[in-house]
């Protein structure tokens, strides 16, 4: 069961693993981009409400779950639990203690650990007996050029071992490029002076880029990087974005859908290789 499952980033890394059997999320935009992509909509449901009955009788043996990562953000409230946006994931918690699955995953931003939130969590693993293993992985080491630095929390019945972390040269940005380049991603002159100084700057030869996120699409510093080319300074466009996360070729985004929401859908996301990996602990 996925959720909180965005684009789908956990049902691409199960690959041939299983299947997901039910998949939650309560935007819009995101449920139309997932079943755009995966041929299924997951259900557009309010995960704070979401009743015990409804969750056990699915009998998933499997949860896994990216919630909001703002209350734990370097740059957000530091509130944890205490932030409106942890709700659902509190009241999964409760409902962990009811009905539990076999294996959980939980993905977030590093400041998740030794959190409240890890805290309570750690306790409703252990309450059920289940054994617990806590991972930081970067996509920068799994060949990608490419940075998204995130926590990962897996809990099993199954004893679980560690798998070595992979150590992959990353290739260079030319590769994850479009093949024709988009005339409006090219930031004009006035705006491309102002910012200038604090953007992280990038060129098709480097083997690295920022991590991009939820804002990439109206925000310059801090945001993720900027590739320079001859022509000028531009965003990295949605696709490519998608493709540094490994998301398959091919994938793409209901036509209506503003190219910020693109940017804020791929800004949530995950890093396919890296969740593909977090996986083969189970
Ligand atoms: C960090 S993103 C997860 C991204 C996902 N792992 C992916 O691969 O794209 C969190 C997602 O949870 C959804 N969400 C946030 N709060 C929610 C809630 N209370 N109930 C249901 N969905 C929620 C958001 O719409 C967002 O798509």
């Given at each position: 069961?996925?959720?909180?499952?965005?684009?789908?980033?956990?049902?691409?890394?199960?690959?041939?693993?299983?299947?997901?059997?039910?998949?939650?999320?309560?935007?819009?935009?995101?449920?139309?981009?997932?079943?755009?992509n995966h041929g299924c909509e997951p259900r557009a449901r309010e995960l704070a409400t979401l009743p015990v009955e409804e969750l056990a009788g699915l009998a998933a043996d499997t949860w896994v779950m990216s919630p909001p990562c703002q209350p734990f953000c370097r740059m957000g409230n530091h509130q944890g639990l205490g932030d409106q946006r942890s709700r659902a994931f509190r009241?999964?918690?409760?409902?962990?203690?009811?009905?539990?699955?076999?294996?959980?995953?939980?993905?977030?931003?590093?400041?998740?650990?030794?959190?409240?939130?890890?805290?309570?969590l750690s306790e409703r693993i252990h309450a059920h007996g289940m054994h617990q293993l806590d991972l930081q992985a970067c996509p920068s080491r799994f060949g990608l050029?490419?940075?998204?630095?995130?926590?990962?929390?897996?809990?099993?019945?199954?004893?679980?071992?560690?798998?070595?972390?992979?150590?992959?040269?990353?290739?260079?940005?030319?590769?994850?490029?479009?093949?024709?380049?988009?005339?409006?991603?090219?930031?004009?002159?006035?705006?491309?002076?102002?910012?200038?100084?604090?953007?992280?700057?990038?060129?098709?030869?480097?083997?690295?880029?920022?991590?991009?996120?939820?804002?990439?699409?109206?925000?310059?510093?801090?945001?993720?990087?900027?590739?320079?080319?001859?022509?000028?300074?531009?965003r990295f466009s949605p696709s490519e974005v998608a493709r540094l996360l490994g998301l398959p070729e091919g994938f793409r985004f209901p036509e209506q859908l503003s190219l910020e929401i693109r940017y804020r859908l791929l800004g949530n996301g995950l890093s396919i290789p890296v969740a593909a990996w977090v996986l083969d602990h189970l």
């Open positions: 069961m996925e959720l909180f499952s965005g684009l789908g980033g956990w049902r691409c890394a199960l690959r041939d693993r299983g299947s997901v059997i039910a998949a939650y999320d309560v935007s819009e935009a995101a449920n139309a981009t997932y079943a755009l009241h999964l918690m409760d409902l962990f203690r009811q009905a539990p699955p076999d294996h959980l995953v939980v993905e977030n931003v590093e400041g998740f650990l030794g959190s409240d939130a890890h805290a309570l050029p490419n940075r998204r630095p995130r926590a990962f929390i897996v809990a099993s019945r199954k004893s679980i071992e560690p798998c070595p972390l992979p150590d992959l040269p990353p290739t260079s940005l030319a590769g994850y490029l479009d093949a024709a380049e988009v005339d409006g991603l090219y930031l004009k002159p006035d705006i491309l002076a102002r910012h200038r100084p604090g953007l992280d700057l990038v060129e098709p030869g480097d083997v690295r880029s920022a991590c991009f996120i939820g804002g990439y699409g109206r925000r310059y510093v801090g945001s993720g990087s900027f590739l320079k080319t001859e022509r000028g300074v531009r």
